[in-house]
């Protein structure tokens, strides 16, 4: 089974605010977009995926993520990220209609294509399922089989909301690449030893010559 990802990614300019104390504000836009890149492309290089719909209307973004191979769908504005999320999913159903659809998160700059396709075979067993982050209150994956909908309650708790929105949580081992999002300066040092993408090595490194 070959999956459709919606990988939602919010304006630059306003992302990653919580690495304030790793990153300055100059910084942050360009490490955002290096975990998206590096999210992307390990996404893309996953047996178990097909495409990959990026939703977003940050320019940049759009023009580095399409160069890569993923979609573009507009964001709506206003909407918040689960209506984003929905928005993006309904127009993944409109060229993939029989395809199963999973959201991923674009804050995974340590993913291994093998791992996430670990999860998304376990998650195709169940109408719709989730992966937990490695902190192990939000979400990193949100999936749904063909003709269900995916019902994303991302945001605080993720969880705990998911779960109680009838959604089978994935027990996995060994696909800490999956769950490790970055939040934080702690969360990016998880990230780098387990070892990211070209990108997110190649921005993490300005941030050592800045002195950050």
Partial sequence: MLWTLVIPVKSLARAKSRLADAAADALRPGLALAFAQDTVAAALASPAVRDVAVVTDDELAGRELAALGARIVSDEPGGGLNAALAHGAAAVRTWRPESPVAVLNADLPALRPAEL?????AAAEFPRAFLADAAAIGTTLLAAAPGRELLPAFGTDSRARHRGGGAVELGLAGVDSVRQDVD????????????????TTEAAARLLISGQ
């Fill in 117 to 121: 396709a670990q999860v998304l075979t």
């Fill in 184 to 199: 934080t300066a702690d969360d990016l040092r998880t990230a780098l030893a387990l070892g990211v993408g070209p990108r």
